[in-house]
């Protein structure tokens, strides 16, 4: 049982690339979440998903997208990647039951766009 | 919206010392409570939490209590050890069926031996 998973670990991106954070978890779990993580800032929600084939956008999704074609996989994608999204990316997922409020959280992904 | 407000870190403590990070919240209804550890180049993990006023989280030597009245959910360990040296995040989930996570600003305690 392997929890969350991500990859890449570390990434560097030139000013208007792109690029494809991979995000699986094996725990059955309907939600996901992707969080950025920024120095003294906390956690900011970008994208979220309650199930396959449904996904909403968090508090700063501006430059990002995603997919959910499986109820195990959550991908981010950058487009034009600018230097405003380094930052450290987290992927994270709970269950349905009212009572598990637990999110389980990746290990992260350090993305520096120069 | 919702809002949680942790202490301005960082705190640097000796070993066996008395650890307390504040944390206040504002929210509507009743929200549930979390602190959350982030321990050097890993992911958060769940530390403890409380889905109820006067509830008490505990785990691994720290409680943390559900305090409506004011507002906070402050965490508490009677005795750090240097294995406890991580980022501390306050967090609350709103009572709604898809709320989702608040979180503050974090606060990095380093314990030296």
């Known amino acids: 049982n392997a929890g969350v998973t991500q990859t890449p670990k570390f990434r560097i991106l030139k000013i208007g690339q792109s690029m494809t954070l991979q995000c699986t978890q094996d725990?059955?779990?309907?939600?996901m979440y992707w969080y950025r993580q920024d120095p003294g800032m906390g956690l900011k929600l970008i994208y979220y998903s309650v199930g396959a084939g449904i996904t909403d956008k968090g508090e700063v999704p501006n430059g990002y997208n995603v997919s959910r074609s499986t109820t195990e996989d959550f991908p981010l994608r950058l487009e034009l990647a600018a230097p405003s999204q380094t930052s450290v990316y987290f992927c994270?997922?709970?269950?349905?039951?009212?009572?598990?409020?637990?999110?389980?959280f990746g290990p992260g992904t350090r993305l520096t766009v120069t | 919206g919702d809002s949680v407000t942790q202490m301005e870190g960082p705190v640097t403590l000796s070993e066996e010392a008395f650890l307390t990070i504040n944390c206040t919240y504002t929210?509507?209804?009743?929200?549930?409570l979390f602190w959350y550890v982030q321990y050097p180049g890993e992911g958060l993990q769940l530390l403890l939490k409380?889905?109820?006023?006067?509830d008490k989280g505990s785990n691994k030597g720290f409680e943390a209590t559900y305090r409506k009245e004011t507002t906070s959910f402050h965490l508490e360990k009677g005795s750090v050890q240097v294995s406890d040296s991580a980022v501390y995040f306050c967090?609350?989930?709103?009572?709604?069926?898809?709320?989702?996570?608040?979180f503050g600003k974090g606060i990095t305690l380093s314990v030296r031996p």
């Open positions: 967090a609350l989930r709103g009572a709604g069926a898809n709320s989702k996570l608040t």
């Open positions: 725990m059955n779990h309907n939600y």
């Open positions: 994270a997922s709970s269950g349905i039951r009212a009572l598990d409020y637990e999110q389980y």
């Open positions: 929210a509507t209804g009743y929200p549930s």
């Open positions: 409380a889905t109820k006023a006067d």
